[in-house]
């Protein structure tokens, strides 16, 4: 029993160690899992996405140089705030656009935002 304790207390302390105290370290961190995360959620089916495998799709426009664009959806102010409201719930703001509710988590949102705001 005491062994299964000092065990667990070893990987703990090894996670927290793990971890970036880095900004800058982490915000790579979360934009290396966004382009699997565009794929997870279906965005490459749809739209050419820079730097995403197989993101070929001619349904949705193109999102490269999505942070130079001036709106989203021809009406939304580009802002990450928009961008990621946009990524989540799309019939709010465009009822009957093409882009469907597919369900991305908030934390997936900013994600993938982040990734989009930077990938030129």
Same mark, same amino acid.
């Given at each position: 029993?005491?062994? *299964? ?26 934009? *290396? ?14 739209? !050419? ?54 369900? !991305? ?7 993938? !935002? ?7």
């Amino acid at each position: 029993m005491k062994f *299964a304790c000092l065990a667990a207390m070893v990987a703990l302390a090894a996670i927290g160690c793990s971890r970036s105290n880095h900004p800058q370290q982490n915000e790579a961190a979360l934009q *290396a899992s966004a382009p699997d995360l565009m794929i997870q959620y279906g965005c490459p089916t749809c739209h !050419v996405i820079p730097n995403v495998p197989g993101a070929l799709g001619k349904v949705g426009p193109s999102l490269d140089d999505l942070a130079q664009r001036s709106y989203l959806a021809g009406t939304l102010p580009n802002s990450p705030k928009n961008l990621a409201r946009w990524i989540q719930h799309p019939q709010q703001f465009h009822p009957g656009t093409a882009m469907p509710e597919m369900g !991305v988590t908030s934390a997936d949102a900013a994600r993938i !935002v982040a990734f989009l705001q930077t990938n030129q």
